[in-house]
T-cell receptor
Framework: AQTVTQSQPEMSVQEAETVTLSCTYD???????LFWYKQPPSRQMILVIR??????QNATENRFSVNFQKAAKSFSLKISDSQLGDAAMYFC???????????FGQGTRLTINP | ETGVTQTPRHLVMGMTNKKSLKCEQH?????MYWYKQSAKKPLELMFV???????ENNSVPSRFSPECPNSSHLFLHLHTLQPEDSALYLC??????????????FGQGTRLTVV
């Protein structure tokens, strides 16, 4: 079974600075999907960015980018120019192409200091 | 305005009560999910419905009973719950396209407290 590990329960960063959230996963599959979701106090999980394992190029969405290291099974999220609205719980998730099931990590609580 | 709406937002119920959680998606998706989010634990998938048919049940106790009357609505019927069932229950939907699915879109959850 696949597992996802986020080793940083909490992180904090100064506004306008850059922060990187870590995620590692374990799988025997060669093709899969990886996601970062954000959960603000409103509780709604919002997709931040996705990565297909067959793509070598790292995904980027505006201030959000990932560092996908397939051999190391690592999928970190970099947030540039951090804003107060980025404060939330961030979850890394894995999905097999053969399943609708998302496997989530434990989450990282990100605090933005003004 | 979210594409996935859950009601109620908060629910307090006794262990002998029967209640239902409701989820409605306005995105035209064909798959819907129930997840449980407990404190200090990763989100756990409970049920998956694809084209209104249950395709996954992750060893969930029978005191949780899902229902999917159509592709836009999903219910979770609750009865004789235990205090450890207190959690945030999240509904999600996605569009299945063969072996490729769109990402899951989530509702804001129902915060359930069992007393």
């Amino acid at each position: 079974a696949q597992t996802v590990t986020q080793s940083q329960p909490e992180m904090s960063v100064q506004e306008a600075e850059t922060v990187t959230l870590s995620c590692t996963y374990d799988t025997s599959e060669s093709d899969y999907y990886l996601f970062w979701y954000k959960q603000p106090p409103s509780r709604q999980m919002i997709l931040v960015i996705r990565q297909e394992a067959y793509k070598q190029q790292n995904a980027t969405e505006n201030r959000f980018s990932v560092n996908f290291q397939k051999a190391a099974k690592s999928f970190s999220l970099k947030i540039s120019d951090s804003q107060l609205g980025d404060a939330a719980m961030y979850f890394c998730a894995y999905r097999s192409p053969l399943s609708q099931k998302l496997v989530f990590g434990q989450g990282t609580r990100l605090t933005i200091n003004p | 305005e979210t594409g996935v709406t859950q009601t109620p937002r908060h629910l307090v119920m006794g262990m002998t009560n029967k209640k239902s959680l409701k989820c409605e998606q306005h995105l035209g998706h064909n798959a819907m999910y129930w997840y449980k989010q407990s404190a200090k634990k990763p989100l756990e998938l409970m049920f998956v419905y694809s084209l209104e048919e249950r395709v996954e049940n992750n060893s969930v106790p029978s005191r949780f009973s899902p229902e999917c009357p159509n592709s836009s609505h999903l219910f979770l019927h609750l009865h004789t719950l235990q205090p450890e069932d207190s959690a945030l229950y999240l509904c999600a939907s996605s569009q299945e396209l063969g072996t490729f699915n769109t990402e899951a879109f989530f509702g804001q959850g129902t915060r359930l407290t069992v007393v």
